[in-house]
């Protein structure tokens, strides 16, 4: 971009360095691999994120998905990278000129696996059915059950095989609505969520029984647009609640309690123990203060993990910090999704920078007691978020790997490292080059064959 004044630097880090987008889309097989990929991991590993196609988007949030998938078999890896083709990517659209049409969408935040479908998401639009081999398929409104946007956070239940999602609007009531979708595939359940005021609401919570909404402060509000120039921002004064709700039930039926303003973008995992639900957050102090550009804010705009406990029976929820580790990016083994479960893996943040950084580190913590186990990644190299792949037919909680897109700072090479969960600070057991650079990008899924 050449000579650029700090001011253009602090609103276009998202183009610069590894944030850059890349122009090829790619399939190599064969890929160069150190060490030995474990046997048993034979499947898809596929990230999205944010690739402009333009080269250029206004906001990290707006560059069109592309999602990077490395397929691992018989010890041997292979990559691909393919645009998700919406009309956003295939007339070039940006957000207002996209603006009402739920199914032009940059599709660029997750993708998930449910009944055979794979989904790319992105929360203000539908989602978009793409197959293994990454090519787009289509639009994916649930035979037309689906009228409004869809979370990019669902969560898939390992016991029923449903995935429960929500879709929140930040422009027209219902703020919320609720949705449930059966282990075959069909929207069974639609629900209005009331809210005083709409808000952003990235991610939620599962449990057994329940779901817990997170009513956090980004709200809506045109006299932030004075103040900060973004009609998006963070309002403490409007208060902070989760709101209870059983899987089935509706609106009447959704308790709120009220906790400390915060901001979570992103949840760990969530359970019932007796008559409490347990929840293990990424919690920050604020974020978005300066508006909704200002996505890193320093120190109080860093999220840590936090446990949340909500006593169905007193009304009382205790709020406790239980590391000093910045970090996001929080994953579980999926297959305790809304269950117990010990281990949560996540992302370290650095916080003494000017922009949002990946950090070095990835975390394992044993969530009860909050204990931290560190993977060093290595001097320069940033992390990405941490999928754990469990071993096949193992019921161990963190028996498994966890597989990163990591980025060497230097070289400017990308990996996939790949880490035996169980010796979690240990060296990987293997590391994928991926023969293009990646960009840091947003979440993903591994899909074992
Ligand atoms: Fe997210």
New binding site residues.
């Given amino acids: 971009m050449g000579d650029i004044s700090s001011t253009e630097k602090k609103l276009h880090w998202h183009l610069q360095g590894n944030w850059a987008p890349v122009e090829k889309e790619l399939s190599e097989s064969d890929l160069q691999v150190k060490g030995n990929i474990p046997k048993d991991l034979s499947g898809l590993f596929v990230r999205n994120g944010f690739n402009p196609v333009s080269g250029y988007s206004d906001h990290w949030f707006f560059g069109n998905g592309m999602l990077h998938g490395v397929y691992l078999e018989d010890g041997k890896a292979s990559y691909k990278n393919r645009y998700v083709k919406t009309p956003y990517y295939e007339e070039d659209l940006n957000v207002m000129s996209s603006f009402g049409n739920l199914a032009a969408s940059p599709a660029n935040?997750?993708i998930v696996n449910h009944a055979g479908k794979l989904l790319a998401l992105e929360e203000t639009s539908l989602p978009w059915s793409v197959n293994k081999d990454l090519e787009t398929l289509g639009v994916e409104d649930f035979n037309g059950k689906l009228d409004t946007a869809m979370t990019?956070?669902p969560r898939v239940c390992p016991e029923t095989g449903e995935m429960l999602f929500f879709g929140y609007s930040m422009f027209s009531e219902p703020y919320l609505n609720y949705y449930r979708v059966s282990k075959e595939g069909a929207l069974v359940q639609s629900e209005a969520i009331e809210l005083p005021r709409p808000v952003m609401m990235?991610?939620w919570n599962i449990t057994r029984n329940y779901v817990v909404f997170m009513d956090l402060p980004i709200v809506s509000d045109m006299d932030l647009a004075a103040t900060t120039g973004s009609p998006f921002g963070f309002k403490p004064e409007c208060g902070a609640r989760l709101g209870v709700m059983p899987r089935d039930g509706n609106n009447s039926d959704v308790r709120w309690f009220d906790i400390d303003p915060c901001f979570v973008?992103?949840s760990f995992n969530s359970f019932e123990e007796g008559n409490k639900i347990v929840l293990y957050v990424s919690r920050q102090k604020e974020a978005m203060v300066g508006g909704f550009k200002d996505i890193y804010g320093g120190e109080t705009t860093v999220a840590r993990l936090w446990r949340w406990v909500i006593d169905l029976e007193t009304g009382i929820v205790s709020e406790e910090q239980l590391d000093d580790g910045a970090c996001d990016f929080p994953r579980i083994n999926d297959n305790l999704i809304g269950l117990t479960s010990e281990y949560g893996y996540c992302m370290q943040l650095k916080t003494d920078v000017e922009d949002l950084t990946f950090g070095e580190h990835l975390f394992k913590y044993h969530l009860e007691s909050g204990n931290r186990t560190d993977h060093h990644l290595g001097k320069n190299v940033a992390g990405g978020e941490p999928v754990f792949a469990p071993k096949p037919g193992s019921s161990k909680e963190d028996e498994g790997w966890i597989l990163s897109l990591v980025h060497e700072r230097e070289t400017r090479k990308s990996k996939l490292v790949i880490i035996d969960a169980e010796a979690f600070d240990q060296e990987p057991v293997a590391e994928v080059i991926i023969p293009q650079r990646v960009p840091y990008g947003?979440?993903g899924s591994w899909i074992q064959n």
């Fill in positions: 935040t997750h990019a956070h990235h991610d973008f992103h947003a979440h």
